[in-house]
């Protein structure tokens, strides 16, 4: 302490330097996020309905969001989304990447194919999606044309089967971004090793399942981030494709939170299931950030 | 086997651009066809004029501006966002990878922890905080929004990839009397193509297929080109002209589809070059 | 590198700082924050907008369409928040109402008692646009919801004459089914199926009922037999509708009756413009008339333009927009293309076809005869939270989630959640 405080100002500023370049981000990120959350989880204990109001309730407007069937629906269609999303979309990623690392020859041309969903927003691929899945003019229709009678697709229809056609739109947007990071992580690992393995006389499937894909960690944790991410935040996706419907049948939290703060006037409401949301992806996220930041020393 | 590896990967390829073909072809059609049925058809009746209404004469608001104003609002918006946010991120990702401190790992965790929070739960405080900053309604308060969200990505993709940056070259350079902003312009900056790139894609695209904050936070002068869009195709009274809006949909895609086009291939090579490596 | 970057940094700046281009408001303009974004709607709101430049006045025009509002209520409250409110936004019901509450709404007492708005306008309709004796804003029209539509050629095929009563309408249902004719053209989205709701709720119910369930939310009648039986229709009108209605668009299920592939819609009157559009004339191609069983009533919703306080006091632009949305002749010119009819029962009859014509002699008649009531399903009965635990339920029944019984305990318990 004593020769810092003896240094003059041009070192003490190069010491303080980085920290200062950080800091607006830092302090943009603590206001407009952290401030945010806590606002936010502040207004879950009031009685805010149509702008936020400040009269304390206590834990009434948790009460009430676990009494709604329509919030149960839409926590049991996050479980089925995300399984099947993160899933669909690793083991597609995965399968198109290492088949593209085949030394394909259009390979630039089908990687820009697999990548562009990702380019555009589901207010424009909703329409040509909700076509696509629809019995009446979609794929059951062609397929009925091309002389396939007995085919049926009707699934957006179904109450049961809606929340899967909201997964394979999901998948379709993502996947190639997936791949491409898989392919960037195959890319990356050590030919030495890959010409070894074969030296050694290990099949393809061995040689894939012992040492690439386990060589291919890294990739892998960043995709569940990514896609746990975008899991979480699906919203526009069910607003374009189903509005949530057959009844409530495709309802997640993010369009519930979305409803019950801004159409239906119960911020309370909404803010509650912000809150749980929220801490959902804290007891997800922090362990994973935790074991990953501490990993890099 | 090779065969096979082509078959699946073409298959792959149609169903990925089944929508897209969708939208091409309906959008070159006149819109008695469209309702005659056959979403798959080509046109029999080629015709460009769905394209130049959805451009400068289709019905957005009380006047039939088409999306064209629109566009350049977005660009006005998705420009300086992207910058600043890239700078910021390749700024932040130096400092927290050739300058550590205490700490710097939880501020960092901070800052990655916010790229989860969505959206709609910051809509009502930020709009009070543009409000009392006096950037309600404007582009400036957009991009400050879009930079603000942006941030936690653009820091992540720059300080894996600079974890990999030889730290031997930041002392030497320190140590022939290089100061911190010198280091970084001239020795990182100059080496950051590959994930600059990943950073500009993200960012892009992210900013330019936003709808919420754009509605929310524009006025009736800063409305970006995804509520225009939304405006034409979510009009809910009379004949709806699917061909318009089709056109229109692929018209708002195009800068970012070109942006992957043209940025696809680096796009891989700087995820390669960092941001998937532990 | 180095020099590009200077260029870029360069633009970035200039983009950045270039500012934003100064709004209408400053000049005694108005912007306007609505969703009327459709070819006949926006023309006719251009009709508006050019009568007040006559004056002088800018038109700031500020179009969020989605969800018949919904989305853009979401912006209002982010710009009433960031204390950028717009001048006028157009509304609905209870939301006039709750934005009223919060004071957030100008007087425009001035302009109506020098126009006479208390004399022309319907007191049900008054309700939601005058709070504490102020008016806070002004209505463009009176939509009613209870009204169904029929292809004429399709029920004349069948034998089908216009039915007054349930058992002749569902009557005419298994005609039509027998003929192989798909019975009502129905969209499966909440709202359109809270619109039929509305209907059937009110012939099952009656007046008093419709009163006591929907507006002053009686548990009693929410969770009655009678509220039992009108899921029971519901769930008839489920039968007689197509396989294929789940996601509709409303405008879709009406080409199925201008088509003559399904005989009946349920609709609002907006339906009107799709059967006009397609050259079809009322009482030859088309047939409007109430619901069986709700001949004397009215069910309505009003679309009016909130004017939001602008620093206490009224702003010349807003005067001038209020008096010219009330002017006869806007009234005339607007709800002839919107299907609609005129907000004040002075306006003459004579452009309007035959439908426009006897929506207006059943509003007066129901307006005198106090048959006159809001719309549960449009947010003219209960307020926005009510109105959605409705939905819910009348649309996971419609659906098939829950049988009428299971529906009327879900009714009570939804509502009583909501409130």
């Not at chain 3, 399709?154 to 192989?180: C, H, R, S, Y």
């Not at chain 3, 009531?373 to 947010?379: E, P, R």
Request: aromatic share 12%; hydrophobic share 50%; net charge neutral.
């Amino acid at each position: 302490m004593a020769v810092s405080a003896r240094m003059d100002f041009k070192s003490r500023l190069r010491i303080w330097l980085p920290k200062l370049v950080l800091s607006p981000s830092l302090a943009m990120v603590l206001v407009f996020v952290y401030g945010f959350i806590a606002f936010s989880v502040y207004l879950s204990f009031t009685d805010s309905r149509l702008l936020p109001s400040y009269g304390w309730v206590g834990w009434e407007n948790y009460s009430k969001l676990w009494r709604l069937s329509h919030w149960e629906i839409s926590l049991a269609n996050m479980g089925i989304f995300a399984a099947l999303y993160i899933g669909s979309c690793t083991a597609l990623g995965l399968g198109l990447a290492i088949f593209l690392d085949q030394k394909i020859r259009i390979e630039g041309v089908l990687r820009t194919i697999y990548l562009y969903p990702m380019a555009l927003s589901f207010i424009v691929t909703g329409t040509a999606w909700k076509w696509f899945l629809d019995p009446g003019i979609g794929l059951e229709n062609v397929m009925q044309t091309w002389g396939w009678e007995t085919f049926g697709f009707d699934w957006i229809k179904n109450r049961n089967l809606a929340i899967y056609t909201v997964v394979l739109a999901a998948v379709w947007q993502t996947s190639g971004f997936v791949m491409a990071m898989f392919l960037a992580g195959l890319r990356g690992i050590d030919n030495e090793i890959i010409k070894a393995a074969q030296i050694d006389g290990a099949s393809n499937w061995n040689l894939y399942r012992r040492i690439v894909i386990p060589q291919l960690r890294p990739a892998f944790l960043s995709a569940f981030v990514i896609l746990g991410h975008l899991a979480i935040k699906t919203f526009d996706l069910v607003i374009a494709l189903t509005g949530g419907g057959p009844g409530r049948a495709t309802e997640l939290p993010a369009t519930f939170m979305y409803s019950y703060a801004f159409t239906r006037n119960q911020m309370g409401i909404g803010a509650a299931s912000a809150t749980i949301m929220l801490m959902t992806i804290a007891a997800i996220m922090i362990p994973y950030l935790y074991a990953e930041l501490r990993e890099k020393r | 086997m090779r065969a096979l590896i082509y078959l699946v990967l073409t298959l792959c390829a149609l169903f990925y651009m089944l929508p897209l073909y969708v939208m091409l072809v309906n959008s070159v059609k006149p819109l008695d066809e469209i309702t005659g049925g056959g979403m798959m058809n080509l046109p029999q009746v080629f015709t460009l004029v769905p394209w130049a209404r959805a451009w400068s004469s289709a019905q957005i608001g009380v006047e039939p501006t088409g999306l064209s104003p629109y566009f350049w609002n977005s660009i006005r918006m998705v420009v300086p966002a992207v910058a600043i946010s890239t700078l910021l991120g390749a700024l932040n990702g130096y400092v927290l990878t050739k300058w550590r401190f205490k700490y710097d790992t939880i501020l960092f965790g901070l800052m990655l922890f916010a790229c989860f929070i969505p959206f709609q739960v910051v809509l009502i405080p930020m709009a009070r905080m543009l409000g009392l900053m006096g950037l309600a309604g404007t582009t400036r308060g957009l991009v400050l929004v879009h930079v603000v969200y942006g941030v936690g990505f653009t820091t992540l993709y720059f300080r894996n990839y600079y974890a990999f940056f030889p730290t031997e070259l930041v002392r030497a350079a320190q140590i022939d009397g290089a100061g911190f902003f010198r280091i970084f312009w001239r020795i990182l900056l100059p080496s950051s193509g590959p994930i600059a790139v990943v950073s500009i894609i993200w960012q892009f695209t992210n900013i330019w297929n936003d709808f919420l904050f754009g509605a929310s936070f524009a006025d009736a002068n800063s409305q970006p080109m995804t509520v225009a869009l939304n405006n034409l195709v979510q009009a809910s009274h009379g004949v709806k002209e699917y061909n318009v809006h089709f056109a229109g949909a692929i018209l708002a895609a195009m800068p970012t589809l070109l942006v992957y086009i043209v940025a696809g291939r680096y796009f891989v090579r700087g995820l390669m070059a960092g941001s998937v490596k532990g | 590198m180095r020099s590009q970057f200077k260029t870029i940094t360069a633009t970035v700046l200039a983009l950045a700082l270039g500012g934003d281009a100064a709004t209408a408001q400053g000049d005694g303009g108005v912007e306007v924050l609505h969703w009327w974004t459709s070819g006949g709607e926006a023309a006719a709101l251009n009709v508006l907008k050019e009568d007040l430049e006559k004056q002088g006045i800018g038109w700031t025009d500020m179009p969020v369409a989605g969800g018949g509002g919904e989305q853009a209520m979401t912006v209002l409250r982010a710009r009433v928040t960031a204390g950028n409110a717009p001048t006028a936004v157009q509304g609905l019901g209870f939301d006039i109402l709750d934005w009223a509450n919060q004071g957030s709404l100008a007087d425009l007492n001035a302009v109506a008692a020098e126009e006479g708005w208390d004399s022309v306008i319907p007191a049900a309709l008054q309700k939601f646009a005058r709070v504490d004796g102020k008016w806070v804003s002004a209505p463009v029209n009176v939509h009613s919801t209870n009204w169904v539509w029929a292809n004429k050629a399709v029920l004349d095929a069948n034998g089908i004459a216009v039915p007054t009563t349930w058992e002749e309408f569902t009557a005419a249902l298994d005609k039509l089914k027998a003929a192989g004719v798909t019975p009502i053209a129905h969209g499966g989205q909440a709202w359109q199926e809270a619109t039929v709701f509305d209907a059937v709720a009110m012939s099952v119910l009656g007046p008093n009922g419709y009163q006591a369930a929907f507006i002053d939310l009686d548990e009693a009648v929410l969770g009655g037999d009678r509220m039992k039986e009108a899921f029971d229709r519901m769930a008839v009108i489920r039968a007689n509708v197509d396989d294929n209605f789940s996601g509709r668009d409303w405008n879709l299920a009406t080409a199925m009756v201008i088509n003559g592939t399904a005989g009946f819609q349920m609709m609002g009157d907006w339906a009107k413009g799709e059967f006009l559009n397609a050259g079809k004339v009322p009482g030859q191609d088309f047939l409007c008339f109430r619901f069986p069983g709700t001949t004397e009533q009215v069910i309505f919703n009003a679309d009016q333009f909130m004017m939001f306080d602008q620093g206490g006091s009224v702003s010349a632009g807003q005067a001038a927009l209020a008096s010219a949305i009330l002017s006869p002749s806007f009234q005339s010119a607007f709800n002839v293309v919107k299907g609609s009819v005129p907000a004040r029962t002075d306006v003459s009859d004579e452009a309007f076809d035959d439908c426009g014509k006897k929506g207006m002699k059943d509003l007066a008649a129901a307006a005198s005869s106090g048959n006159l009531f809001g719309s549960m399903a449009h947010g003219h009965a209960a307020p926005a939270s009510v109105k959605n635990a409705i939905y819910d339920v009348v649309t996971a029944h419609f659906n098939g989630a829950y049988d009428s019984t299971t529906a009327v305990t879900e009714l009570v318990d939804a509502v009583s959640i909501a409130r």
